[in-house]
């Protein structure tokens, strides 16, 4: 069983900073594929920025130049760093991991989910 823990969610001022970890355990293989994506109220959930276990990265337009997605392979952990926070980057983030287990059976697993708050 694999599973995925998020943290690092939580309320920021316009203009402050987080960073999210995600912490992928259980019986892995490989990863190949590790992002992160956002559901705001009433939205679809999108994807915000995306790494593959080589450090090739993937950013959606709203967040480049603000948000850093990063892959710590000893750990199996992802992490992204956002800066210069807006009200609009208000969602629950969601880790997401794509890879196979020991086993060889494919993965594609969700993080349960953290929130993230922009508000004075």
């Known amino acids: 069983q694999v599973q995925l823990v998020e943290s690092g969610g939580g309320l920021v001022q316009p203009g402050g900073s987080l960073r999210l970890s995600c912490a992928a355990s259980?019986?892995?293989?490989?990863?190949?594929?590790m992002g992160w994506y956002r559901q705001a109220p009433g939205k679809q959930r999108e994807l915000v920025a995306a790494?593959?276990?080589?450090?090739?990265?993937n950013y959606t337009d709203s967040v480049k130049g603000r948000f850093t997605i990063s892959i710590d392979n000893t750990k199996n952990t992802v992490y992204l760093q956002m800066v210069s926070l807006k009200p609009e980057d208000t969602a629950v983030y969601y880790c997401?991991?794509?890879?196979?287990?020991?086993?060889?059976?494919?993965?594609?697993?969700w993080g349960q989910g953290t929130l993230v708050t922009v508000s004075s």
């Open positions: 997401n991991l794509q890879g196979s287990t020991r086993l060889g059976a494919a993965l594609d697993i």
């Open positions: 259980g019986s892995i293989r490989s990863i190949y594929l």
């Open positions: 790494i593959t276990s080589y450090g090739s990265r």
